[in-house]
């Protein structure tokens, strides 16, 4: 539940969130945490989609771990170390979120242990579709997190963002 969306072209680069989070079958409506999904740390804005739980340790490991280099193969072995942080933390290995990566004048999205570097724009969550459908027709990451907010029962208010502007 959530949605997570980015975009990036020669000026910069974008990642928006919704601020859903949900304990059981009980939603918050993004009115007591704001930071579940989307932060920025040691050179790394990140958005994930999935328990909040994974998102708080990656939070933690990319506190004190970088990724070596801009490309799809340093990101990969960044999760897979963070995979085996995990396992020694809570003997809970494996990556179950999915994430967008911003670093330098990249993105990368990892799902599993699928890593791409994406080159336009991407959404990931609930409200994907509705998200990639704004992203398609031009919209701002912003505005496609909006969208989904408007169209998914899974996604809400308030939106967060980040991002970066290339000298």
């Not at 933390?89 to 967008?100: Q, R, T, V």
């Not at 599993?112 to 919209?139: K, Q, R, S």
């Amino acid at each position: 539940m959530s949605v997570v969306a980015c975009r990036i072209d020669d000026k910069g680069y974008s990642i928006a969130a919704d601020s859903i989070t949900v304990r059981g079958y009980t939603q918050d409506k993004g009115t007591k945490s704001t930071s579940s999904k989307l932060f920025e740390t040691n050179g790394l804005i990140v958005g994930g989609v999935g328990t909040a739980e994974e998102v708080g340790l990656l939070q933690i490991f990319a506190n004190t771990h970088q990724i070596a280099h801009e490309t799809e193969s340093s990101v990969l072995e960044f999760i897979s170390e963070f995979s085996d942080w995990k396992k020694k933390k809570m003997d809970k290995a494996g990556i179950e979120n999915s994430y967008l990566i911003g670093m330098g004048r990249n993105i990368f999205y990892i799902n599993g242990w699928n890593v791409m570097h994406i080159v336009t724009y991407e959404a990931m969550g609930a409200g994907m579709d509705f998200a990639l459908a704004a992203l398609y027709l031009g919209h701002t990451p912003r505005e496609a997190v909006q969208v989904a907010t408007e169209l998914s029962v899974f996604c809400e208010m308030p939106i967060q963002e980040l991002g970066r502007k290339f000298d």
